[in-house]
């Protein structure tokens, strides 16, 4: 009777391998064989997709597979949240307890510092919300000890996107470790998600979204870099993989917004307020505000809406989930709009202009967005059925994903989403083909990309080549 040859037991691979029961090697943020088979990874489902039972949609169409509409993200923006006082830091404290157990001290003891002093205030472009990253959330983490690794693996990915050396590499992969070593108590205590947890997880599921964000800002950047100019088969897979990867971070911002709602009430009144709270946004009926924010708005309201002949001929489901995520998208240009300055300080409304306009001057100050956490507004209301037709490279959605671009854009370069407009955009180019140029070139032209179209060749790989810079790990920046 022969015996087994030994091998290690798998007890936690994705559902894509459980299922057809196959090994899975339970790589993160994704599995070997879901990369290969280009497919999202279950991994990358790191918290429930739905909301309590008694949550409510202001959508009733077959699509509505949705989350409700918080406070300050309802139709008319009309609610805001007044945050609550800040605890006082627990910094010493923390750096005692991590430590103690520490195999590295030295290296966590950087980590750590490295979180509070710069990666905390690099998470908001409000004073109040850094505050509430570098003093509240290390409180939090005295009795929360997978919430202070957690920090430490914000520290190591912090570091490993400010270089391009091999010191990169390093802290990339002590992020890494870190997060693995989170994660199963993670998805242990979120299953019994109670007044008692919800702060830590709502910080420890807003890690993972920053996570994922750079995860695929980098594997972007690779795959571009190994984009083979010469075939059009190349071009294709390089940006189906790049949406694949972006596609995974937007999900995870429903892990956020899951425990926001199941607990609203109680984050409101504790440590983890500011976080969420949007004083700046309008506290007035959206159409209110932008009838002070400028004429712009109309205009790029009337540009959106008029991608709705996109969608024409397609069936009633997906018609009902593009009409959805059209009104989702046009809700978050309009927010901005509402909350972007000019230099004076004034409300300049959206400023997107038009190809004429960008072309003719390049060197025009874009209005000032005063809270950059509306830009992620519409993908954490993506529903299911959106997400799925972009995965399978729908032309309709796709071109709609491009137009969101232009927001992502106005962020600016953040370490953790570095390039993430242009990254997407570019997906779809690549993705869609020449053909549908015509549809993307408005917001290829905002984020400077439209030498893409430079020539007439059947394939633009070439031209896109040409406005990368690849670093010596491979990695093509924009």
Known sequence: MTTKRPHRKTRNGCKFCKERRIKCDEGKPSCERCRQKGILCSFLTIVPLGLPSNGTSRYA???????SPLPFVVNTYDHWIQPKVLPQPALPELVDLTLASSRNPELDRVLLRTYVNDTASSLSDQ???????SEAVPRIALSHPFLADGM???GALHLSRLQRNSSAETYLRRATVKFDQCLPVFRNTIETLSVSNCNPLFVFASFIVVFLFAIASNDSGAHLASLDSSRRQGEFRVGAAILNRYLQAFQALRGPLFILSSYFDHLHGGPCSHIFSRPLWPKEPLSAALAHAGMGASADDARLLSLKTLWADETV???????RTLEDLRWSFALVACISRDPTGAVSGLSFRTE???????????????DRSAVLVFPTRMIIPFIELVAAHHRPASILLAYYTVLLDRVGDLWWSKNTGKHIALAVALVLGRESRDWIEWPMAHLGLDEVWADEKENYGSNLRSLLQVDRGGNAHL
């Open 356 to 370: 004429e306009e960008i072309a003719e001057d390049r060197d025009e100050a874009p209005a000032v967005l005063t």
């Open 127 to 133: 004073k109040e919300t850094r505050l509430a990253w």
């Open 152 to 154: 430490l693996a914000m």
């Open 61 to 67: 169409t077959a699509a509505s597979s949705t989350v």
């Open 317 to 323: 489901e997906v018609q009902a989930t593009l009409n």
